[in-house]
């Protein structure tokens, strides 16, 4: 690991900010804690930089440097002792948010694994090397995750006909 330059940091920021953000607010479910993670994020790429810089190795260690953030905010005794100002308020896309709502509902390995898959454009290989896991088992938690999702689909579906 080695130090980042303010002006390349800034850079990186600004092209995975939006990644990082989604990611946070996808792992949380809340917009606040999501910023938070943001900070932390930015703050471990100034300091702690991966020495291998290229665009991949970046995108795939700030992805892994966030999952991280967010597992250990989780984690944390008073986060589960808290209630969210997003329940009590609407979510400006209506269109995605059940189907969001029902990724949220799924096991965190397999909420990162449907998100890096369908959202962030990852093959099953790519997804497999960012987060330490074997490929069989990220396809097998795929197929789990699209089953589970399909389910809590339907089951919505029906208790709004």
Same mark, same amino acid.
């Given at each position: 690991?080695?130090?980042?330059?303010?002006?390349?940091?800034?850079?990186?920021?600004?092209?995975?900010?939006?990644?990082?953000?989604?990611?946070?607010?996808?792992? $949380?479910?809340?917009?606040?804690?999501?910023?938070?993670?943001?900070?932390?994020?930015?703050?471990? $790429?100034?300091?702690?930089?991966?020495k291998q810089?290229d665009s991949?190795?970046? +995108?795939?260690?700030?992805?892994?440097?966030?999952?991280?953030?967010?597992? #250990?905010?989780?984690r944390l005794?008073?986060?589960?002792?808290?209630? #969210?100002?997003?329940?009590?308020?609407? $979510?400006?896309?209506?269109?995605?948010?059940?189907?969001?709502?029902?990724?949220?509902?799924?096991?965190?390995?397999?909420?990162?694994?449907?998100?890096?898959?369908?959202?962030?454009?990852?093959?099953?290989?790519?997804?497999?090397?960012?987060?330490?896991?074997?490929?069989?088992?990220?396809? #097998?938690?795929?197929?789990?995750?699209?089953?589970?999702? +399909?389910?809590? $689909?339907?089951?919505?579906?029906?208790?709004?006909?």
């Amino acid at each position: 690991m080695s130090k980042l330059g303010t002006e390349e940091a800034e850079q990186i920021i600004r092209q995975y900010s939006d990644m990082i953000y989604r990611i946070a607010v996808h792992n $949380l479910g809340n917009t606040a804690d999501a910023e938070d993670i943001m900070q932390e994020v930015c703050i471990t $790429l100034l300091t702690k930089c991966p020495k291998q810089r290229d665009s991949e190795h970046i +995108k795939a260690w700030l992805i892994r440097v966030t999952i991280n953030k967010c597992n #250990s905010l989780r984690r944390l005794v008073w986060h589960s002792r808290r209630e #969210s100002l997003e329940d009590y308020t609407h $979510l400006q896309a209506p269109e995605h948010s059940e189907v969001m709502e029902e990724i949220r509902q799924l096991p965190k390995d397999y909420r990162n694994i449907i998100y890096l898959y369908y959202y962030e454009s990852y093959t099953i290989a790519e997804i497999a090397k960012i987060l330490g896991k074997n490929q069989n088992t990220v396809s #097998s938690y795929l197929q789990r995750a699209r089953k589970k999702l +399909k389910v809590l $689909l339907t089951e919505g579906e029906d208790s709004r006909a």
